[in-house]
């Protein structure tokens, strides 16, 4: 990195810094602990005290032209759910700072901690089977909820195994769910289940959810293989297999773009042990 770009980091979370205070001060909070920053920087959020309430504080900071549709009402569409162990959203503002649009969402604050600071888990978790059997019932739960949001559609399904795989994959969905679309092991709390950051949720190929976290696992196969013990029944079908090479597909599409190199020799490994069964 250059200093010039380390230079233009650390103003943009000055600016997030900023963007977050002036929420807290919106909403009449007091902000506690240290910020968290989410994927490139585009989000921000703290613990928060209001009177004498817990609470968890978020910004997103985002180009007017991305400032819409169901990615950045997630949170807010999700607050319709209210019988799995997410976040209660409570209060919402906008607000203009040319050429961003921001948006702060002030929720009920979970228990417990995020299972890895970072998406891909690089450490061994000593998880209990209550914690996987909750997690296995919160997302057969969510699987029946009715939704018109689209966590992602087959045009993108296709296109991105064609890039990757070529025709060596079968990419047509058979069934389709509604996931919370961006299941990795920092939106998961421990040692009481938690599933945070709601922004992507809605229809997806069934077993997508456990693709995505299996592939966020693979540096430890000790937890990658609670993953498929746990959702076998789903990983092991044409469309689980499809889901597990999407969500290879999409994480190799980031580490291209400098994301988590180590993590591209074991996903490659693992999708070539799939091509084939799908």
């Known amino acids: 990195m ?26 009449g909070l007091t902000l506690s602990g240290a910020p968290v920053f989410g994927w490139h920087d585009r989000t921000i959020g703290s613990r928060a005290i209001a009177a004498d309430s817990r609470r968890w504080l978020r910004v ?27 976040p209660r959203l409570i209060d919402v503002c ?6 961003d649009r921001l948006r702060a969402e002030l929720m009920t604050l979970l228990p417990g901690e995020v299972c890895s600071p970072t998406d891909e888990l690089r450490a061994r978790l000593d998880l209990p089977p209550q914690w996987w059997s909750d997690l296995r019932r919160a997302l057969d739960h969510l699987a029946r909820k009715r939704t018109s949001r689209v966590a992602v559609d087959q045009a993108t399904i296709t296109r991105r195994l064609a890039v990757f795989f070529g025709d060596a994959v079968d ?5 389709w769910t509604t996931t919370h679309g961006d299941l990795h092991w920092s939106n998961l709390l421990a040692p009481q289940l938690g599933i945070v950051d709601w922004e992507s949720w809605g229809s997806a190929p069934v077993g997508l959810d456990a693709a995505t976290l299996y592939c966020h696992s693979i540096l430890v196969p000790e937890t990658a293989e609670c993953v498929r013990t746990a959702f076998a029944d789903q990983l092991d079908t044409p469309d689980g297999v499809r889901s ?20 591209a020799v074991p996903l490659h490994r693992h999708a070539l042990s799939l091509i084939g069964q799908s």
Request: hydrophobic share 40%; proline share 6%.
């Open 2 to 27: 250059t200093n010039a770009q380390a230079t233009a980091d650390q103003r943009h979370r000055d600016y997030l810094r900023a963007a977050l205070s002036t929420a807290a001060e919106h909403f």
């Open 60 to 86: 997103t900071a985002e180009n007017y032209r991305w400032a819409s549709g169901d990615h950045w009402s997630g949170n807010a569409d999700a607050a319709a759910i209210t019988d799995l162990p997410k």
């Open 94 to 99: 906008e607000w203009d700072e040319p050429p």
């Open 171 to 175: 990419p047509i969905v058979r069934e």
């Open 244 to 263: 597990q090479l999407y969500a290879a597909a999409r994480l190799l599409l980031r580490i291209e773009r400098g994301d988590h190199p180590d993590l």
